[in-house]
């Protein structure tokens, strides 16, 4: 599927609370051949309702992370387009603060945001190509860079971020120097009072990722703890 394929008769729905930058996204979709749907107005209080209202006129969506700032919507963008990835609908997430809400409110629902674009990258060849890998990946073509591996998570620390416990921690699969943030909410409740610096988990994690930011976690496990003699403690 080449990218002018993909744009054919597709509308793509722009989500964003502030008009200006909906305008100008809109502005980059056309130049790339999509036509547009803008929704910077009203107030939606359910992401199923808003997602229903997009699958009703659009084949796809842009969204904008911080939704709730102007009181378009009371959850994020990253949940809403994890909720049309379920619907199948190809959507991407466009954010200005990567470097705050990559590891807490994006991660929540990383595991369903096939591309993420800082609000600089989101010109017309990158959302276009963007489309593209989202609609590949809901018909089974996922990158080794989205592929999720069982691997083992070290946990280091406990933090809290907007006053919800996070995870600190080391995936050696991926990078043994570089921790990693994420919400304890992805860990099963059952395992939740486990979690403590030192504890080993299990879990399926895309190890392929080039960027902390690209990295999704699920499916947790409590790991055995390493048995002093076998020369991997």
């Known amino acids: 599927m080449t990218v002018t394929e993909a744009c054919n008769n597709k509308t793509i729905a722009i989500v964003d609370d502030d008009k200006e930058l909906a305008e100008i996204t809109a502005w980059d979709l056309e130049e790339a051949g999509y036509e547009t749907l803008l929704l910077f ?3 939606f209080q359910d992401v199923n ?4 209202r997009i699958m009703n006129n659009a084949q796809g969506a842009v969204c904008d ?3 709730m700032n102007s009181g378009l919507a009371n959850f994020y963008g990253a949940e809403l387009v994890a909720t049309l990835y379920d619907r199948q609908i190809p959507s991407l997430l466009i954010t200005q603060y990567t470097d705050m809400d990559a590891s807490f409110s994006i991660r929540k629902w990383r595991r369903k945001i096939p591309v993420l674009l800082s609000r600089e990258q989101a010109d017309a060849s990158n959302i276009a190509k963007g489309i593209e890998d989202c609609t590949l990946e809901l018909h089974g073509h996922i990158p080794s860079t989205r592929k999720s591996y069982r691997t083992i998570v070290r946990i280091t620390d406990i933090d809290e971020e907007s006053h919800e416990p996070v995870v600190d921690a ?3 699969g991926w990078n ?3 921790a990693v943030r994420f919400p304890a909410s992805l860990v099963p409740e059952h395992l939740r009072d486990k979690l403590k610096p030192n504890v080993r988990l299990f879990a399926h994690v895309n190890i392929g990722a080039e960027k902390s930011d690209d990295l999704y976690f699920e499916k947790f496990e409590l790991a055995p703890e390493p048995d002093e003699d076998d ?3």
């Open 176 to 178: 043994p120097h570089k």
């Open 231 to 233: 020369g991997l403690a």
């Open 65 to 67: 992370h911080r939704l």
């Open 49 to 52: 309702e808003l997602a229903s």
């Open 170 to 172: 080391f995936v050696p």
């Open 41 to 43: 107005e009203g107030h």
